[in-house]
């Protein structure tokens, strides 16, 4: 019902609001904690809310916060485990790469990984990239 007066831009008082109480929502993590909103509960009637109500709305602020923040964590990590599975794939690419190189070039792994990087920079590609195009190149050259 509140929401209908918000949406008819009519003031809290207009509204008939005589009662308000606000609790910030922060997410701690291992910076500074941000403020990320607040929880508002409003009442039409001006004695509605004491103390007990104030620290339950503390408490269950600092329940949101915590949930709010695990599952930041918990995306984060998501995201730390892609990027490594992804660098684990690379890696095996670029290891191929560099043994196509040793076989044709009779080069050392030093010497074949030098090249690689050496490419990269030049074309100012990945070395990833550099290493799956050594791959293909080799791969439809033996076909």
Not at 41 to 52: L, R, T, W
Request: aromatic residues 6%.
């Amino acid at each position: 019902m509140i929401w209908d007066h918000w949406r008819s831009r009519r003031t809290p008082v207009q509204a008939g609001i005589a009662a308000y109480l606000s609790v910030p929502l922060v997410l701690d993590g291992a910076g500074p904690d941000v403020l990320i909103g607040s929880f508002n509960v409003y009442s039409y009637h001006a004695e509605s809310f004491d103390p007990f109500d104030e620290q339950l709305m503390r408490l269950l602020t600092s329940a949101a916060s915590a949930a709010i923040s695990n599952a930041r964590r918990w995306s984060e990590a998501q995201e730390h485990v892609r990027q490594l599975q992804q660098a684990l794939i690379s890696r095996a690419e670029i290891d191929q790469a560099k043994g196509v190189l040793m076989g044709l070039h009779h080069l050392t792994a030093d010497q074949a990984f030098d090249r690689l990087v050496e490419r990269s920079q030049h074309s100012n590609t990945k070395l990833r990239d550099v290493a799956r195009a050594v791959i293909a190149a080799h791969t439809h050259r033996r076909r």
